[in-house]
C-alpha cells in the first residue's frame, strides 16, 4: 500500500476518534445538565398563591426514599381535591394560574413540589421515575387531613408532571380523574424533537445520533432504562377511571403529536383537546376560557358528582 495511503488513513481514522470521543463528552455534559438540578441552579421562587388571592398552608412532606419536599396546600369548600403538579425546571408557581380557578371553584389545591425543585431535597430529575415516590408521599399527606375525601382526589399534571401523573395513576387507583397538560414520555423521539427545538440550526442527520447518545448518558446515571418513562405503554391502566389529555397543536418542544398518541394509547373514559395554536403548557395565552372550562368541568363531572 502506498505510503501516502496509510497516512491519509491513519489521519482520517485519528480525526474520527477523535470525532466520536468529542461527541461523547459533549452529550454526556448535555445528559448532566438536563437531570441534575442543584439548589443553586433553580429558578427563584417570586409568587406565592397570595399574589393569586388565595390563603394557603405551607407543608412538607418526607419520601420513602428519605426526602424532604416543599408544598403548598390551599383548602377549599366543595370537599374534593386536586393535585397541581408542576414540570420541570419551574417549582409549584407554575401550576398557580390552574390553581386560582380551581380554587375559585370550591376545590381545595394540593401545590406539590417534586425533587430537586423549588427548596425540595434532591438534585437528581428521573423525568417521573423516582417522582412517583414524589406524589406518593403527597397523596398519602392528603389522606391524612380532615378536610380532603379520600374518595374526591384528582391531579393534573403539566409537561414532566403530567407524564409522571399518568405513570403514578396507573397503579394507584386513588386518583378518580387524572389530567394533564402537555404530557409526554421520554423516549429517543421526544429528545429529538427537544434538540430540534432547542438547536434548529443542527443538522439533521446529527439529531438522532445526539438523542442516542444523550439517552445512553442519562440512562448511565439513572440506573435504569428509558422504556421505564413509557407513559403510552401504561396509560390504559387507568382506566377505567378517566382522564383529560390537553396538548399543544403548535408544541415544538415535545412533539404536537404527543397528544393523540397518548388519547390513542388510552383507554375509555378518555378526552383529548387540542388547543391548535398553543405551544408547550401555554393554554391560556390562546383559549383562557375555554382551559378553564375544560378543566372545571372534568374534575366537576368526576370529583363532585354521585
Known amino acids: 500500500m502506498n505510503k501516502w495511503v496509510k497516512i491519509g488513513i491513519l489521519v482520517v ?7 466520536v470521543i468529542s461527541v461523547a463528552f459533549f452529550t454526556r455534559g448535555i445528559a448532566h445538565d438536563i437531570i441534575y438540578h442543584p439548589a443553586a441552579e433553580r429558578p427563584e421562587i417570586e409568587q406565592t398563591p397570595t399574589d393569586f388571592g388565595m390563603a394557603f398552608e405551607e407543608v412538607t412532606v418526607t419520601t420513602e426514599d428519605g426526602l424532604n419536599l416543599t408544598g403548598w396546600y390551599v383548602p377549599g369548600t366543595n370537599g374534593a381535591t386536586v393535585i397541581a403538579q408542576h414540570g420541570s425546571p419551574g417549582p409549584m408557581p407554575d401550576s398557580l394560574y390552574e390553581a386560582a380557578f380551581l380554587n375559585k371553584h370550591g376545590y381545595n389545591v394540593l401545590l406539590s413540589c417534586f425533587r430537586a425543585h423549588g427548596a425540595s431535597d434532591g438534585e437528581l430529575i428521573s ?28 391531579i393534573f399534571g403539566e409537561s414532566m408532571g403530567g407524564g409522571t401523573a399518568i405513570l403514578y395513576a396507573a397503579h394507584n387507583d386513588g386518583l378518580k380523574a387524572v389530567a394533564t397538560g402537555s404530557a409526554y414520555s421520554l423516549s ?13 440550526d443542527l443538522p439533521h442527520w446529527a439529531v438522532p445520533l445526539l438523542a442516542s447518545s444523550i439517552l445512553f448518558w442519562a440512562e448511565r446515571e439513572w440506573g435504569f432504562s428509558v422504556d421505564a418513562l413509557d407513559t403510552a405503554a401504561v396509560i390504559g391502566d387507568i382506566s377505567p377511571r378517566p382522564i383529560l389529555i390537553i396538548h399543544g397543536g403548535a408544541d415544538a418542544k415535545v412533539g404536537s403529536d404527543d397528544g393523540q398518541m397518548l388519547c390513542d394509547a388510552a383507554r375509555e373514559p378518555k378526552e383529548l383537546w387540542l388547543v391548535p395554536k398553543a405551544g408547550h403548557v401555554d393554554f391560556e395565552q390562546f383559549e383562557p376560557v375555554a382551559y378553564e372550562q375544560h378543566l372545571i368541568v372534568f374534575f366537576d363531572d368526576n370529583l363532585l358528582k354521585p
Open 13 to 19: 481514522s485519528a480525526i474520527v476518534i477523535v470525532g
Open 127 to 154: 423525568f417521573g421515575y423516582h417522582e412517583q415516590k414524589d406524589l406518593d408521599a403527597w397523596y398519602n399527606y392528603l389522606l391524612t387531613r380532615d378536610d380532603v375525601d379520600p374518595e374526591r382526589i384528582g
Open 188 to 200: 429517543q423521539d421526544t429528545i429529538e424533537t427537544f434538540i430540534q427545538f432547542e438547536q434548529p
